[in-house]
Structures are given as structure tokens and as C-alpha cells.
T-cell receptor, first 112, second 115 residues
Framework: GAGVSQTPSNKVTEKGKYVELRCDPI?????LYWYRQSLGQGPEFLIY????????DSGLPNDRFFAVRPEGSVSTLKIQRTERGDSAVYLC??????????FGEGSRLTVL | AQSVTQLDSQVPVFEEAPVELRCNYS??????LFWYVQYPNQGLQLLLK??????LVKGINGFEAEFNKSQTSFHLRKPSVHISDTAEYFC?????????????FGKGTLLTVNP
């Protein structure tokens, strides 16, 4: 597709469950980013990939959060033992040679 | 650490009126500055950015912003708004150099344009 694609667009889960959120970046973009946007807040940085490796994961809130990008394209954000406080919109972005970030529409996670 | 303050959480205006959305930042190093717009049910879209050079930056949809280093501000302006400008606007800052990917966002300003 032409833009950053995120699936699912909405996910409702129960406390304690495991969740995976997928991001398909713009073709050819080597950099990929995950942000989290809680209600009434601006997006907060989680992790940045350059190629297959996580160049900066300093924004991940704790070890329940993990992200991978095994082939340098699609990325998956994984959340273990979800908590109600994890409810938010998870945004993915990618960038190419210009450095401009292009954002997807986000995955809205609700933990009951 | 850097931070961004958007002084107004909501700004209602009438169509064709001018608007200014305020943004102040704090940082101990040189910064890059950005404004993003988020229309309902859509992703964030870059409106404009300041990296260096002229302090007056022009963006898409008739918006412009002025970087004021002494006041640490980057206010967004449009001389005449349209109904279609109704959206949430986010100011963001990043450090220059190798950390320029890590954006720190403000909480956003909801611009509502009324007929």
C-alpha cells in the first residue's frame, strides 16, 4: 500500500492477556517507530528500528513490552500480561531518506 | 530532557477568522520543531517543520509558524481558517543530530472551526 498500515485497528482484550499489534511500513523505508498515545495526551516514543535492529528502545515502559522487526520491514509490538493502564492508541511510523515520519492510523487497544 | 507545552487544549474560531495555536518548548540543546495535524480517524500528518535557516516556516494548507529562540516558542498561524481545518494539532520537538527521530509531543490543541 501507499501508506503505513496498522492492524488491527481496534483490539479489546482482558487484563492479563497477550496482545500483538502489527505495522507494515511504507515500502523502502528503513526506519520504523512505535509511539503510544493515551487519552488526552500527545504521542510518546516507545522504540525505533533501523533495519532489523532496535536502535533505541528507551521508551518501552517495562519488560512486558517487546517489539521485533525480523526482516527489516513489518514490525510487531508485543504486550504480555496486559494491564488496564496499557489502554491507548499505538501508533507506528516509518521514514526514508528525507527523515520525515509518516504515521499510520494507529491500533486502539482497550484492556478490560 | 526536552518538553513541549501547548497552552490551549481547545481553540474554537469562526470560519475565515485568523487563528494562532501556541507552542512553547524547553531543551538544553539545539532542536528541530514540528507541527502535526490529526484529522478524525486519520494518522498524524506533518504540517511543517523548522530545522535551520529562516525562522518563518511555511507549510501545507496555508499554515505557517515562526521559530522564536529567545522566547522558546513555535506558534502556528493561519490568516483565514476553513471548516476543513477542524482537527487536533500537535507541536513536537526533537534534538538535532543523531537523536532527531525521537519526537517529544505536546498534549495537542483541538481546533474547531464553526460556520
Amino acid at each position: 500500500g501507499a501508506g503505513v498500515s496498522q492492524t488491527p485497528s481496534n483490539k479489546v482484550t482482558e487484563k492479563g492477556k497477550y496482545v500483538e499489534l502489527r505495522c507494515d511500513p511504507i515500502s523502502g523505508h528503513t526506519a520504523l517507530y512505535w509511539y503510544r498515545q493515551s487519552l488526552g495526551q500527545g504521542p510518546e516514543f516507545l522504540i525505533y528500528f533501523q533495519g532489523t535492529g532496535a536502535a533505541d528502545d528507551s521508551g518501552l515502559p517495562n519488560d512486558r513490552f517487546f517489539a521485533v522487526r525480523p526482516e527489516g520491514s513489518v514490525s510487531t509490538l508485543k504486550i504480555q500480561r496486559t494491564e488496564r493502564g496499557d489502554s491507548a492508541v499505538y501508533l507506528c511510523a516509518s521514514s526514508g531518506v528525507t527523515g520525515e515520519l509518516f504515521f499510520g492510523e494507529g491500533s486502539r487497544l482497550t484492556v478490560l | 530532557a526536552q518538553s513541549v507545552t501547548q497552552l490551549d487544549s481547545q481553540v474554537p474560531v469562526f470560519e475565515e477568522a485568523p487563528v494562532e495555536l501556541r507552542c512553547n518548548y524547553s531543551s538544553s540543546v539545539s532542536v528541530y520543531l514540528f507541527w502535526y495535524v490529526q484529522y478524525p480517524n486519520q494518522g498524524l500528518q506533518l504540517l511543517l517543520k523548522y530545522l535551520s535557516g529562516s525562522t518563518l516556516v511555511k507549510g501545507i494548507n496555508g499554515f505557517e509558524a515562526e521559530f522564536n529562540k529567545s522566547q522558546t516558542s513555535f506558534h502556528l498561524r493561519k490568516p483565514s481558517v476553513h471548516i476543513s481545518d477542524t482537527a487536533e494539532y500537535f507541536c513536537a520537538v526533537s534534538e538535532g543530530g543523531g537523536s532527531n527521530y525521537k519526537l517529544t509531543f505536546g498534549k495537542g490543541t483541538l481546533l474547531t472551526v464553526n460556520p
